[in-house]
C-alpha cells in the first residue's frame, strides 16, 4: 500500500533526459521523510521534442506538478519557456529549478547558490583571498563563476583549452572575468586563493592531467564540482600537494534546498545524514 502522505500533498518532479542516474529524488524523498511532509517528488523523463509540451501541461495545472528540478539538456529551454524568470537564470539563460505562483511558472538557477553553499560548509573562510582559476569554460562552468563573481572576487581566470570558448564567458560576466589558454595556467594561479575544477576529467575513474598546484597561495583551496569518485583525480593530487580540498557533492545536496522550499513550505537542512545516504548510494552503483 503507497504512502498517503504522496497522495495528497504536493507533487515534484526532476526532468532531463536521460533522467534515472538523478539522485534528486533519493534528496528529496529523504526530506519529505525527515520532516514528515505530505507530497512527492519523482524523476520524471522528457524528450528534448517534448518538452516545450511538458512545461505547457505545467503551466495549465494537466501535469499536476508544482514544479520540479530540470537538468540537462533542458536548462536553456527551461529559462526561455517560463513566465517569470529571476535575475540569475536570465544573465545565465538557463534555470534549474521551477514553480508555480500566482498563476505564473517562475525560473531560476540554484547551481551557483549550491556550489557557494558547499564551499561555506565544508571550508569556511575559503573565500579570504579574492583571485579565483576556473578550469574549464563548458555550460558547468556558468553559475560557478556567476556565485564566484557575486561572492566579491575580484579577478576570476578561466583556462580553457578552447581560448574562444573562456572569452565568451569573459564577455557575459564582465570586468573581473579574465580569459585564458590552457597554456597560461601556471601563470595565473600565481597567488590565487581558490581553484576550481569545471571540466568533467576524472569522473567515473577517467585519467586526469597532473597539475602543480604550487604556484596558488599556501592556503588555497581546491574543488571539483565532480562528484563520482568523492575524491577526484584532480582532487587527490591537490590533497597530496598539500591543500585543503572540497568535494563536489555538497553542491548537488545545497542547490536543491530552495526548490524544495518552494514546494513543499519548509526549508530543509543539508546534514550528516543526507551526505552519508548518497555516498552510500554512490558506492552501491
Known sequence: MGDSRETF?????????????????????????TLDLPGSYRAH????????????????????FAGGNVTIPHKELAFRLADKPDALSHELGAANTLWLEDGALHATNTDGRGFIANLDERHPGWDRHGTAVVFGAGGASRAIIQAVRDRGFKEIHVVNRTVERARELADRFGPRVQAHPAGALAEVMKGAGLFINTTSLGMDGETAPQLDFSPLAADAVVTDIVYVPLKTPILAQAEEQGFPIVDGLGMLLHQAVPGFERWFGQRPIVDAALRALIIADMEAH
Open 45 to 64: 523523463e522528457v524528450a528534448p521534442e517534448a518538452f516545450s509540451d511538458f512545461i505547457q501541461s505545467l503551466k495549465d495545472g494537466s501535469s499536476g
Open 9 to 33: 500533498g504536493p507533487k515534484a518532479f526532476v526532468t532531463g533526459f536521460p533522467i534515472k542516474h538523478s539522485r534528486s529524488p533519493l534528496i528529496h524523498g529523504h526530506w519529505l521523510k
